[in-house]
Every structure is written in structure tokens, then in C-alpha cells.
């Protein structure tokens, strides 16, 4: 009896002791939470009634008293722990967003391109209609040559109608027209020219000195095909014409004609002197004695050519028999008309339409840009009847490229 009542106590004692380590044991290591694990983004129920110090399991005491130290100057492992998924969503936020921005920048610029290539499309459709309705009769205008069919234009001056068989283009230059660029492009294209720095064709438009494109022998165009074709030329012209894809640039027809004479007559041009000027001052200068024989000595004595004289020269029957402005261009259905006054977008345009824009680019830089606000202070000298019969003989030009009628100059 005795033994079973010491063994009693003895299991009493033991199950206090046990008690007590247990005790012991969570109270140094700190207890477990009566709370289910949280969501980092939702926080504890502690975390609804007022701010915690620390993030993970309660503390001892002597381990707070430990660690609050030190909480001051840096956080705990657990609270970083706990800010990093956090800080990862917020990043995750941040480039979804930016992703998103993206797309619709994306978006917001094809659909700019579509709306432009849309604008585009409908512009150069207009353009077109505009020429076959007044080359067909439908406007009341009247130009020598309407009715003229391309069969019939001499071989001399289809000098403009440039080819290039590799690409299928032909281009018809119209003087003062960037014509200088886009015979760049065309030497580029038709790999006509030798770079003397790499032994090979050029490959940029805007490398090619332009001082050499105007020369007729790197150019294959309509006048040599009866040198290289001969009888065959003229079914050879049609079939081009009809297959390969015909363009142009124009501008305002005045303006045009103010920027010729500004670069033929303001600085020393040989050929134009000896072509044109000399013929405008002796027939309409009053020059005594026989001109100079240069341009140079021309320039030297203060004799060239003034604006009124050569509107003369246009408006002369004898000049219109000459032909030497013949618009042998207008007899021609373009694919594509371009305006010197929307060139860059009508360029960027035209070589995605020639699918060529993934080998060059147009050329960037200065461009001859006389200002349509200069044909009042240029016209200023020329009598109003004289500017009126110089509309007369470009209003073709005017109609078939919509350019609007200079009331300006006309009724001044």
C-alpha cells in the first residue's frame, strides 16, 4: 500500500515537473499562434485593431527586450520577409501597367498609320481623277496636246520619262521639282553610277554628288529607246507605260517658274545663258552692240535677263513654236502624284508604294522651297494683262494638280 501511494506521488511530481518544462520550453521559444496563417496583402486580425512591431510569431520578454534594440536602426528578418512579396506585387503592378501603356501606344500608332496610309490612298486618288477629268474634256480647259496621243510625241521629248527596268518605275521629272533627289534615287536604283571611294554603285541617294545626276548618260529614258530598240521602241514605251509604276512631283505652277529663273539667272549658268538668256536680251533688252560671248563676261558687265523679260519670253508665239517648254508629261497616266509641298510624307509614301523603301531613303537636307508668299513681290513689276496671259497658258497646270487660281496676283 505504502509502495502504490509513493508511486501516486511519484506520478504527480512527474506531471508537474512536465508541466513545468513545457512552460518553460514555450515561454523561451515563444508560443504558437491561435490565428491561421494570412494572406501578406490582408494582414492578421492584430493588424485591424491597431499596428504591430513585428511580423512573425510572439516573443519572449527578454527576446523582445533583445531585439527592440536593434528594430530601430534595422528590421527584423521576418519583417523583411514580409515586405518583399509586397514590394514584388507593387513591381508586378508597375509593368503590367507599363505593358498595357504600351499596347495601346502601339495601337494608338497603327491606327495613326492606317488613318494616315487611308489619307494618303484618298489623296492620291483624288489627284489622279483630277488629271483624267481634265485631260478627258470635262473641265472647260484647253491645253495644245489634249488630245494628243502618247504614240504621237516625238521621240526628242520624251527626254523626262526616265526608266528603270530592275525596280519597273519610270519617272518623269519636272524641273525645280526635287527632280535633283529623286534622279539620286533613281542612280541608286539603276546602279549607274561607280562610287570612286568604293568601286561600286552608290547605295545611299544622298552620297551621290548631285552636280552628276543631271547628266543625260546615267539615265536610260524614253528619247534613247529608238538608239537601243529601234523599231521596237514605241511597243516597247506601251508596254512599260502600261506594267511599270508611273510617278511624278509637282508644284505650284508659278512658283515653279519663280524658282527656275532665281536658279538659272542669279548665278552664272552657262547653257542657260547661251540657250535662253542671250536669246531674252536680244529680243527683249534693248542691248546695244553684240552681247558677251560668256556667261562670265555677261555677269561681270551686269547684263543677265530680268523676270519681266522673261515672262515675255514665255508669253512670245515664237517661244510657244519652239516648244522648249512643250509639258510633254500631261499625256501620261500616273500611279502616283506627288507635291513639292508635302514631299517627306509623299516620298515616304511612294517607296513603300515602289517596295524599294527597305533600300534606301529619300534624301534629307535643304530643299529649294520658294515660298508661294513671294509671287506678289515678284509679279509686283510685271503688268496685271501680262499675268493674266501667264495664267492663261498655265491654268492647265493649275486644274490638273488642284492648285488653287493666284487671285492675289491676278487682280492687283
Known amino acids: 500500500m505504502g509502495i502504490w501511494r509513493g508511486l501516486r506521488v511519484a506520478f504527480v511530481l512527474g506531471s508537474l515537473f512536465m508541466i513545468l518544462l513545457i512552460i518553460v520550453y514555450w515561454d523561451d521559444v ?42 530601430v536602426t534595422a528590421p527584423t528578418a521576418a519583417f523583411t520577409t514580409k515586405l518583399t512579396p509586397e514590394k514584388k506585387r507593387g513591381e508586378e503592378l508597375r509593368q503590367e501597367d507599363k505593358r498595357e501603356q504600351e499596347v495601346e ?19 492620291q486618288e483624288a489627284r489622279k481623277q483630277r488629271i483624267m477629268d481634265v485631260c478627258s474634256g470635262q473641265d ?25 527596268d530592275t525596280h519597273q518605275i519610270i519617272y518623269c521629272y519636272v524641273p525645280k521639282v526635287a527632280c535633283t533627289n529623286w534622279k539620286r534615287v533613281m542612280v541608286v536604283l539603276s546602279q549607274s553610277l561607280i562610287s570612286p571611294s568604293s568601286g561600286k554603285p552608290y547605295t545611299d541617294p544622298e552620297a551621290v554628288p548631285p552636280d552628276l545626276v543631271h547628266n543625260s548618260t546615267l539615265h536610260l529614258t524614253f528619247a534613247k529607246f529608238w ?87 514665255l508669253l512670245d508665239p515664237d517661244t510657244e513654236q519652239e516648244s522648249v517648254f512643250n509639258e510633254h508629261w500631261r499625256q501620261v497616266k500616273y500611279d502616283f502624284i506627288g507635291r513639292l509641298e508635302t514631299l517627306e510624307p509623299d516620298a515616304d509614301h ?34 496685271v494683262t501680262m499675268r493674266r496671259e501667264l495664267y492663261k497658258l498655265y491654268e492647265p497646270d493649275f486644274e490638273l494638280f488642284g492648285y488653287p487660281k493666284p487671285d492675289s496676283v491676278l487682280h492687283q
Open 140 to 164: 472647260a480647259v484647253e491645253f495644245p496636246g489634249r488630245t494628243r496621243p502618247f504614240e504621237q510625241i516625238p521621240n526628242r521629248e520624251l527626254d523626262h520619262l526616265i526608266v528603270d
Open 30 to 71: 515563444g508560443g504558437f499562434s491561435l490565428y491561421p496563417l494570412q494572406d501578406p496583402k490582408h494582414g492578421s486580425p492584430d493588424a485591424q485593431s491597431g499596428p504591430r512591431t513585428t511580423a512573425g510569431p510572439s516573443l519572449s520578454p527578454s527576446t523582445a527586450r533583445a531585439q527592440a534594440s536593434s528594430s
Open 105 to 123: 501606344t502601339r495601337e494608338e500608332d497603327e491606327e495613326r498609320g492606317r488613318s494616315r496610309a487611308s489619307v494618303d490612298v484618298g489623296e
Open 350 to 383: 511612294l517607296l513603300k508604294l515602289l517596295k524599294v523603301d527597305h533600300l534606301l531613303r529619300f534624301p534629307s537636307g535643304a530643299r529649294n522651297r520658294t515660298a508661294t508668299s513671294w509671287e506678289r513681290d515678284w509679279f509686283a513689276q510685271i503688268p
Open 227 to 313: 538608239r537601243h530598240y529601234g523599231s521596237l521602241s514605241r511597243h516597247l514605251m506601251a508596254l512599260k507605260l502600261q506594267h511599270y509604276t508611273k510617278f511624278l512631283f509637282v508644284r505650284d505652277p508659278f512658283v515653279r517658274l519663280i524658282s527656275a529663273f532665281r536658279n538659272k539667272s542669279g548665278r552664272p549658268n552657262q547653257d542657260f545663258y547661251k540657250q535662253f538668256g542671250s536669246v531674252m536680251l536680244r529680243r527683249y533688252g534693248n542691248v546695244s552692240g553684240s552681247l558677251p560671248e560668256t556667261v562670265a563676261e555677261a555677269f561681270a558687265a551686269g547684263i543677265k535677263p530680268t523676270f519681266q523679260q522673261f515672262v515675255t519670253y
